[in-house]
């Protein structure tokens, strides 16, 4: 079954020197992206998809969420917005909640936010877990993150819990916690910060989790500076997520390795704390994503389209690089080849906007302008 999407008011593909087109098309075929070229051209397809003007832009990739949790967190937000600081330690709270919540209500609740994310234009997710801490539970989180994306990180080291030695249990999660997890994760993560784990407990972490055939990234240098951005370099990480204290060491590590820089601004804004500076990374040649961090304390948003809204307004990209950081990045970020962008060859993944162009999605912030999302060419 073949699909020709026309009428399309704005292509965004990712093309080399090409990122949009206009007065396009482009051709499903088997779910994939078989042809892209002018619209007076387009070939014959089995049916037609008709974009009625609108812009048509890859699916975003969230490469960044906390989705497998219980409770929710709005007390600790209205605090901090009347002048508490964010620390690390709040996860303990969504921890005791997770543990208390019965299989299958936590999973209603993942498929739940699932679908909000797809609602809003997300086709491809990574999912973590952390909010158990503990052998079972963690194994649990990752077998449920399973059945919604193949992108699932394991993130037993997201705080030491409640009665924990660091060292004891920094020793757990790399043995017999990793055993069970790893079966059912693609990633291996760790919140390297003050008031979380330290540069040689987040080496041995990451360590572990590629002897046992993990892929590495890390949360870094989220509420100052810190080794996190180095080890990630040093490692090799596919991402190192938060960035927003970095010293010039660390841009130049960033440029000169290729990990990629996740900038989260939902934390920003929803911990009232300085946002990451997307243009200094951007001028020194790192490859940069933006996520949601969708996570019950410090970023409770599923929205992309938010999120690149605040890159545009508080992390100085333009509308472009926002779009091009929250798909291409995100598919970046996960090392995948198949999405993020509508080159041929892609998974046909595509959102069409209620809008004309790309710009609308900053111009009118807040604003739902995701239409039609499609996964491989179908309805999501
Ligand atoms: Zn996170």
């Not at 491809?124 to 399973?146: F, H, N």
């Not at 929205?303 to 307004?313: E, G, K, N, T, Y």
């Not at 609308?360 to 807040?366: A, E, F, K, N």
Request: charge should be negative.
């Amino acid at each position: 079954m073949s699909t020709a999407v026309t009428n399309i008011g704005e292509l965004v593909t990712w093309e080399e020197g090409r990122p949009l087109r206009h007065a396009a098309a482009f051709v499903v075929d088997a779910g994939r992206v078989a042809w892209v070229g002018d619209a007076a051209r387009v070939p014959a397809a089995d049916e037609v998809l008709d974009a009625g003007g609108a812009a048509v832009i890859p699916g975003f990739v969230d490469s960044h969420t906390h989705l497998v949790f219980a409770g929710d967190r709005a007390t600790e937000f209205e605090a901090r917005m009347a002048g508490r600081r964010y620390s690390a330690g709040g996860i303990r709270s969504t921890v005791a909640a997770t543990r208390a919540a019965g299989t299958d209500a936590l999973a209603a609740l993942l498929a739940s936010r699932v679908a909000e994310l797809r609602r809003q234009g997300t086709t491809t997710l990574e999912t973590k877990s952390g909010y158990c801490l503990d052998v079972a539970g963690e194994e649990r989180s990752l077998r449920l993150a399973r059945d919604v994306t193949g992108e699932t990180t394991f993130l037993g080291a997201h705080v030491v819990p409640e009665g924990w030695d660091p060292d004891a249990y920094v020793e757990l999660v790399t043995g017999e916690m990793l055993a069970a997890c790893a079966p059912h994760a693609r990633w291996i993560d760790v919140f390297c910060e003050t008031g979380a784990f330290g540069a040689d407990q987040a080496r041995t972490v990451l360590a572990a989790g590629v002897a046992a055939g993990l892929l590495p990234r890390i949360h870094a240098n989220q509420l100052g500076f810190g080794p996190g951005v180095q080890l990630a370099c040093e490692l090799g990480a596919a991402a190192a997520d938060h960035c927003t204290f970095l010293s010039d060491a660390d841009v130049a590590a960033l440029a000169d390795t290729g990990v990629v820089a996740g900038l989260l601004p939902g934390v920003e804004f929803s911990t009232r704390q300085p946002y990451p500076d997307a243009r200094r990374l951007l001028e020194a040649g790192v490859r940069v994503a933006i996520a949601t961090d969708c996570n019950p304390g410090s970023s409770f948003t599923s929205s992309m389209p938010f999120c690149i809204a605040l890159a545009v307004r508080e992390l100085g990209m333009t509308p472009l690089e926002a779009l091009h950081a929250g798909t291409q990045g995100g598919a970046w970020s996960l090392r995948r080849e198949d999405v993020g962008h509508l080159r041929v060859g892609a998974r046909a993944d595509f959102v069409v906007l209620d809008a004309p162009s790309h710009l609308h999605l900053s111009y009118r912030p807040g604003v739902p302008l995701v239409g039609r999302v499609l996964r491989a060419g179908r309805p999501a």
